[in-house]
């Protein structure tokens, strides 16, 4: 489960880590498949200065503009796309880019996007159900938990959020919207605490985490556009380019980690670590979000 990451303040998860893994050099070309506020890219910039490019891609229009605000000083060196990571071969196309020595995808969110009560991604503030990433889509966190059947709402809580109280969650959310269309985040909250016990609204975890975790993903399409992205960043690669990926919860982890295995038995990739490198106690203090992070590296063979 992700926790939040203040903007003001910007600290990017496993920042060491990372930038040793991908082993940059002066004039490389770098892949942010997910760019945010900038905070990796900014480094990656540094070391492949001074005329390394970087492609940083976000489908959050205020992500963007915070990262070609942290980002101006390198000028042209950066570009710049509101494009879903998914579709990286097209940008490069369309970006003359050329291969990359080395491609970054960084799959938590900010709290740009987490602490704007507008987005709908928290469960602590009210706000409308939207959750979406991408602003300009139309699926949207209401039209989910308003629209979808009993059955659907509990394959994606089991799928997508591991939630054990799945079948329960569906039915109140159901029962919910039959009285009154739930508008809010709070309306969500309040269906879900309806439905579990009270054992469950007490616990470590926030009761509603799992679900809204599930939501958002279904909502985004996470999932599909991590394994979708995988293949295609790894043939954007040069021979001998590195692929980092930090994932927050285990879904996106096994994806990474079954990907790295099946292209490494074709040969075509080398796991850099046999486990997922994590925060060390240090960073986790002064950073509470790095406690989730785990990170995934891999070099392209061939060539």
């Known amino acids: 489960m992700e926790d939040a990451r203040p903007e003001p303040a910007h600290v990017p998860v496993l920042l060491k880590e990372t930038i040793e893994g991908l082993a940059l050099r002066a004039g490389a070309n770098v892949i942010d498949g997910t760019v945010g506020a900038g905070g990796h890219s900014a480094a990656i910039l540094e070391l492949t200065s001074p005329d390394g490019r970087l492609l940083g891609m976000d489908l959050d229009e205020a992500a963007l503009e915070a990262a070609r605000r942290s980002l101006a000083r390198y000028g042209s060196r950066v570009m710049l796309v509101r494009e879903n990571y998914r579709n990286v071969e097209r940008v490069l196309l369309s970006q003359a880019f050329g291969p990359a020595q080395a491609a970054l995808l960084d799959l938590g969110f900010s709290s740009m996007e987490v602490d704007d009560p507008a987005r709908g991604l928290s469960f602590r503030s009210d706000g409308p159900l939207d959750m979406r990433f991408d602003r300009t889509q139309e699926l949207t966190a209401a039209a989910v938990v308003n629209g979808w059947s009993a ?146 590296l891999a070099v392209k063979t061939g060539g």
Do not use: C, W
Not at 226 to 233: G, T
């Open 151 to 296: 059955d659907d709402l509990t394959e994606v809580m089991v799928k997508y959020g591991e939630e054990r109280f799945a079948r329960r969650i569906a039915t109140g959310i159901v029962a919910a919207r039959r009285r009154k269309r739930l508008i809010t985040t709070f309306d969500l909250v309040d269906a879900i605490a309806g439905s579990v016990p009270p054992n469950y609204r007490h616990g470590k975890l926030h009761f509603a985490t799992r679900t809204f975790q599930a939501i958002r993903i279904a909502v985004n399409d996470e999932l599909g556009n991590l394994e979708a992205a995988l293949p295609v960043l790894l043939a954007s690669l040069a021979p001998g380019g590195r692929l980092a990926v930090i994932s927050f919860h285990s879904l996106e982890d096994r994806i990474v980690k079954n990907f790295f295995r099946q292209r490494a038995a074709k040969g075509e990739l080398r796991p850099l670590v046999k486990r997922p490198i994590v925060a060390g106690q240090e960073e986790v203090e002064n950073n509470p979000r790095s406690r989730s992070a785990k990170l995934r």
